[in-house]
């Protein structure tokens, strides 16, 4: 492994410039574990940082990719050997430091997760922090008393990775479900295959005016926030609660305490980059088994590093249905 293929973002004048590059171990950042890199994903943050049109990397130049799994090559941490299977998602990897685009990897030892039993080092990708996160909304919602007797839950961005594997994961944890979709015809079958009980155009929905509206959901998974988590935050059932993830729409939030105070509704904010290592291992083995989603309807693209920048534009542009992983070995 003397140099290998790496997908790098430099600073290019006041915006950035992605190139596949042959680097070297030498040149990535630090850490305790080399990994042999044999799948990464495309999640929408490494589509915003490959494409120049989000500002992810907060150091440059960056391996993108949030993403990885792989063979440990070597390790100084004696809790890893050459041999493993693990995974990494988040904990900064495609952000601040190197990420998983790249043959292989330096990592820090406290963000590598050994491969749960069940799970293959393909199907980590396919879930990737896509699934990730959607597990860790259930996981909240249902800590905080989701129940299904309090009514379906709708999910935006439902054809995208997050929303894909929420729907999933909701309909087999015994939910009704509803996705909030911009392609309702193009992904009928798609989403319903998913588990969707009811699907919804955002583009004819009335998102109502007032603090509250007729309540309507049980509770609720928001990928896109704006206009659509403010509507979500007015037509939630009493005692629901809304998993706050994504701003896909826009970052911005206009509600009032109304629905909070009246409702008792509750906005679970979900992040899956840093938290208690104890959770995150907890909800791979989720993952790994009862939990575990439609990996193959969800995921079935397969794309070299050279088709990143193409697979990474059309995320973007918001016409991708489900989730592509990048094969690297
Ligand atoms: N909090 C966290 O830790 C965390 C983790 C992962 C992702 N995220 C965020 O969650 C969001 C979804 O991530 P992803 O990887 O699933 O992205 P994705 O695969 O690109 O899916 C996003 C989906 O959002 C919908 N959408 C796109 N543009 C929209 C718009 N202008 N208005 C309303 N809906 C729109 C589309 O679904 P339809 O066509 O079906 O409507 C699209 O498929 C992103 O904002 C991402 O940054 C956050």
Redesign the pocket.
Known sequence: MTTFKAIRVHQKDKGTETRIEDISVADLSAGEVVIQVHYSSL???D??AVTGKGRIMRRMPCVAGIDLSGVVAESTDPAYKAGDKVLVT?CDIGELHDGGLSQYARVAASSVVPLPPGLSLKEAMQLG??GF?AA?ALRRMLENHQAPDMGPIAV?????????VALSLFKRAGFRTA?????PES?RDYLQALGADEIVD?NTLDLGKRPMESARWGGAVD????E?LTYLTRTVNPWGNIGC?????SHELNTTVMPLILRGVSLLG????QMPRAWRLEVWQQLAGPWKPQLDLIAPREVTLEQVPAACAE?VA?K??G?SIVRLA
């Open positions: 999640n929408y943050k589509a915003l988040g922090t896509a996160t860790l935006t961005g439902p054809t995208g990775g997050v929303g894909s996705a909030i979709t911009g392609k992904a955002r990928n896109v926030g704006g659509t993830i994504g701003l896909a729409q979900i992040h899956s980059v995320i918001g991708v249905t989730r």
